[in-house]
């Protein structure tokens, strides 16, 4: 509570403005080293952030396990000296309105020493490995943050989150399941259906949420989704499988054991690497935002210069939200089984041996084991390529070298405004342009026309520009189709000069 209350108060302290007001219409005169905020809010803060619960529907103090802590928190800041009471925010007669409007507060001078410059919530906080380095732990990250690290080891919240959504159809009814039991039975037992489940798992109460996405998540197998093509351009399982093993070999480089990373093919084209996320120390992230950026700076760092291959990454399997295809059920298009092995297994039989066990017209062999991820031996150098964007990363492209790609200081006039606004990316739908007070484009579509335009325009080769137009799509939200976005580059290349009469 303590720790919530610097943060709350350093938020306060770069407030300009000389009156709180409040959704009810009440306001309070805002006085300098002191903050205002609810015991029950500190109590929601603390079990939302710390805990990593949604904080529950309705009357929150209903709720057994919520109440409880709302009466250790209040006990807690009666017998603490690290914040001073300084009465009620709203002086009123009814103690109902007084309650309602919270308390305001000042800190200790310790308390004040202590709590260091305001941090924003880390992208995600790391459960599991090596525990945070000095530097880490320094005053500067802010004792709020500190204490959400400390929790989070001390209580391995990660084991905690285990529900998923599954599917026997993509576009079909959606159903809750413990994520590990669902897995290993189909695996186990195959399926003569298909069958899909979320790569992200949440707390059960959070999947019931109306605002899943925007619940603390985990994501136990990190899935790199390998889309090979062929010379022809279209998907090609044994460029996948080639595309698979310059995967596998990385990782072996940064010192993971290959025993505990499982590999399957999806019964169409694609095979899917799945590494434990044991092997990065168990993070659990903010939200499912944060997890589809770390995970795509994590797959940025690990194929490094090898452009092919990142690109041949599925960036969709970065959002936990999505559905990936579970081992030892059917795939509908093809009528081959989802199979998979061991990565060693994998490296050590030759490349048609996953392929053949997929065939209809054998029985299903099931996985020798499936390894529970958090177990996975914890590998700092794999761990450091899933850190924010400020420590040092490996030399994967980054979105500054698509934005020097994609820049408007050599364009003059409305063109070099129009992508000055759309290199970092464009949501689904938004208008854009120079003005978007006058009539502008919309959408994502028209945003990569003029983006691959721009690219092809600056660019030698065709392929290093489509590599520059597939890098900024990442950062749509959400991305464009693969298949879309190469429809749009390609129509761009058959109006470059020189292509057509």
Not at 167 to 174: H, V
Not at 240 to 262: I, N, T, W, Y
Not at 474 to 480: K, M
Request: glycine share 8%.
């Amino acid at each position: 509570a303590a720790a919530r209350a610097a943060y709350v108060q350093q938020k306060a302290d770069q407030n300009d403005s000389d009156v709180l007001r409040f959704d009810s219409g009440a306001h309070s005169i805002r006085r300098d080293g002191t903050h205002v905020k609810s015991i029950q809010g500190h109590a929601e803060d603390v079990w939302r952030r710390i805990y990593k619960r949604p904080v529950p529907e309705g009357d929150p103090l209903d709720h057994e396990g919520f109440h409880r802590l709302y009466r250790r928190m209040q006990a807690s800041l009666r017998r603490t000296d690290l914040l001073e009471d300084r009465g009620a925010a709203i002086d009123d007669p009814n103690k109902k309105v007084r309650d309602q409007h919270g308390k305001r507060w000042a800190l200790s001078d310790q308390l004040d020493q202590a709590c260091g410059e305001p941090a924003d919530p880390p992208s995600f906080v790391r459960c599991a490995g090596e525990a945070p380095s000095a530097e880490e732990e320094s005053a500067e990250v802010g004792v709020w943050t500190r204490v959400e690290r400390q929790v989070a080891r001390e209580k391995d919240l990660h084991q905690e989150f285990t529900h998923a959504i599954t599917a026997s159809q993509l576009d079909g009814q959606r159903y809750t399941a413990n994520a590990r039991r669902w897995e290993r039975r189909y695996a186990r037992e195959g399926s003569e259906r298909p069958r899909y489940r979320t790569i992200g798992q949440w707390r059960p109460e959070a999947i019931g949420q109306p605002k899943r996405h925007e619940q603390a998540v985990r994501v136990p197998w990190i899935v790199a989704e390998i889309d090979g093509r062929g010379e022809d351009g279209d998907k090609d399982r044994g460029a996948s499988d080639r595309l698979a093993h310059r995967l596998l070999r990385r990782l072996k480089e940064f010192g993971v054991d290959l025993s505990g990373v499982m590999v399957s093919y999806s019964g169409n084209a694609s095979i899917h690497v799945r590494i434990p996320d044991g092997a990065v120390g168990c993070p659990i992230y903010r939200n499912a935002r944060e997890a589809k950026e770390s995970l795509s700076r994590f797959f940025d760092r690990l194929c490094g210069q090898d452009e092919a291959l990142r690109r041949a990454i599925d960036n969709a399997c970065l959002r936990p939200g999505q559905l990936i295809r579970a081992i030892g059920s059917v795939h509908e298009a093809t009528g081959r089984r989802t199979v998979g092995c061991a990565a060693d297994t994998f490296l050590s039989k030759p490349a048609s041996f996953l392929f053949s066990l997929s065939e209809p017209q054998f029985e299903y062999t099931p996985p020798e084991s499936i390894p529970l991820p958090r177990r996975a031996s914890f590998v700092p150098a794999l761990s450091v390529l899933l850190d924010t964007p400020d420590t040092p990363r490996d030399s994967g492209p980054e979105k500054t070298n698509v934005s020097q790609s994609i820049s408007p200081q050599e364009e003059g006039g409305e063109s070099g405004l129009v992508i000055g606004r759309v290199k970092g990316g464009v949501r689904e739908g938004e208008p854009w342009g120079p003005d978007v007070g006058r009539p502008c484009a919309v959408g994502r579509n028209w945003a990569a026309l003029f983006v691959a335009h721009d690219v092809l325009r600056r660019t030698g080769g065709k392929e290093s520009a489509w590599g520059k137009v597939w890098h900024w799509n990442r950062y749509n939200d959400p991305s464009l189709p693969e298949n879309e976005l190469r429809a749009v580059f390609e129509k761009a290349c058959r109006y470059q000069r020189g292509e057509v009469p």
